[in-house]
């Protein structure tokens, strides 16, 4: 069965990937990946850029594939983990993804909507800003998060603005599934495009009704979506072949179109 490793946003743990299992029953087996410095990792030091979190998820990859077949899956800043989780594999001459499904993230080469502006605000208007965006776990009010999760988040975005993936950036050799929500703010129109610029095979592009965030109220949707890419395993294809998917029934159509 192919396995489906799960990379979390900015400021999440592996836990927000819990109960995921359940609608990928006999089609993958769900794998959270817990970054360092939170969830179960939140001894150890915060990873001080993308590759290097990169580079220790594709230990573990490694390690639980075991020469299975599998799917890296990231939203947001999860998605550029991902991406170079991919690459960093492909460079140690591993077994690599069948499948990189990049979701609510502009392409490398292009700064997240927020860029550095987010970085600058105080501690409340982060915590403001990320409420609006609907990236606050329920419950957390701004004094507990100005302790334990502000400094977390200011520490992933840091990262992300940091990040440079050279230019042209890196084509990976696994096709890429974008997910992009409709109304989210922090990802551009031309998105997909640019994410087709990151792969020597096809880059499937799908949109769904929400914003940033709303991947996780439809994660039925998403495993309809991955069921014919799961069920492929190891078979790559072409470069230039079509790709599949829908999302809410609607069928995904080339890069850059608006289905």
């Not at 009010?141 to 520490?155: C, E, G, N, Q």
């Not at 129109?189 to 949109?207: F, K, L, N, Y």
């Amino acid at each position: 069965m192919t396995v489906l490793f799960c990379v979390p946003y900015a400021g999440g743990s592996a836990r927000v990937y819990r109960g995921w299992q359940k609608w990928f029953a006999g089609d993958a087996e769900v794998v959270p990946l817990e970054l360092a410095g939170r969830g179960t990792r939140s001894t150890e030091p915060v990873a001080p850029s993308v590759r290097a979190a990169a580079a220790d998820l594709a230990r573990r990859v490694r390690d639980i594939a075991a020469g299975r077949p599998y799917v890296l899956f990231g939203h947001s800043m999860g998605s550029l983990i991902a991406y170079e989780m991919a690459a960093t594999i492909e460079d140690a001459a591993g077994d690599g993804p069948s499948l990189v499904v990049v979701s609510g993230r502009n392409p490398p080469q292009t700064r997240a909507n927020w860029g550095d502006d987010a970085l600058m605000l105080t501690d409340l208007e982060l915590f403001e800003a990320l409420q609006a965006v609907g990236g606050v776990p329920a419950g957390l009010t701004p004094s507990i998060a100005a302790a334990l999760f502000v400094p977390l988040i200011r520490a992933d975005l840091n990262n992300t603005v940091s990040y440079d993936p050279g230019s042209p950036p890196r084509r990976i050799s696994a096709p890429l599934l974008v997910l992009l929500g409709r109304e989210d703010p922090l990802v551009g129109p031309d998105a997909g495009a640019g994410w087709a610029s990151c792969t020597q095979r096809e880059c499937t592009v799908v949109r769904h009704e929400g914003r940033h965030f709303s991947i996780f109220e439809r994660v039925g949707e998403l495993a309809e979506t991955l069921r014919p890419f799961l069920a492929r395993g190891h078979e790559r294809t072409a470069p230039g072949d079509a790709g599949v998917g829908c999302i809410a029934g609607k069928p995904a159509g080339p890069v850059g179109s608006d289905v």
